[in-house]
């Protein structure tokens, strides 16, 4: 059985009454997901770089630049190392100048050892009931061309890859490219 902790716009400590139980929710507890595979260091890298406040900021503010879905198991589930929560989506609200409203799933993560077990498709599940109920058209996200098994999951929920039929790609700009972009 899992639970999913619906859309957060909480305070890190804030505790939500969810399914006749009280989750207590933090950002430490999302971010805690990330620590288990060495595939996601950048992130940790961020962290160690005093980016946490930022982390907590946008995403755990009043008007928070995104959202997350969390996954939680019942506490005789619970992994080896204790964890309730093992999985949770990360997503924000955007805006397509050819569908409108859509939304942007960030990430998508679920411990290994729950892992095909219908997890990650009820987190999906989660965040595609959201994008409707905010009149959104379209449910967007990317997958690292490694990640097969993630590649295969996905297609099997009907979503299809754009990079191939439309011929999009992935740009960035950050850092110095980034201010030197911004100046006039």
Not at 133 to 140: F, K, S
């Amino acid at each position: 059985m899992v639970w999913l902790i619906g859309s957060l716009n909480l305070s890190p400590v804030q505790r939500l009454c969810f399914n006749e139980r009280v989750f207590s929710v933090n950002l430490t507890s999302v971010l805690s997901f990330r620590k288990k595979t060495e595939t996601f260091a950048y992130l940790l890298c961020l962290i160690a770089c005093n980016f946490l406040s930022d982390l907590e900021q946008d995403g755990f503010s009043k008007n928070p630049f995104f959202h997350v879905v969390i996954a939680e198991v019942p506490e005789q589930h619970r992994t080896k190392e204790g964890h309730t929560k093992i999985g949770y989506a990360l997503y924000f609200y955007s805006y397509s100048s050819w569908k409108g409203r859509s939304i942007y799933m960030l990430d998508l993560y679920v411990m290994p050892e729950f892992r095909g077990k219908g997890v990650g498709k009820a987190l999906m599940s989660k965040v595609a009931q959201l994008a409707l109920a905010a009149g959104c058209h379209q449910l967007n996200f990317t997958v690292a061309d490694w990640n097969k098994p993630s590649m295969d999951f996905y297609l099997s929920q009907g979503c299809f890859d754009v990079t191939a039929s439309l011929g999009y790609h992935c740009m960035r700009c950050e850092g110095e490219a980034l201010e030197h972009l911004a100046q006039p």
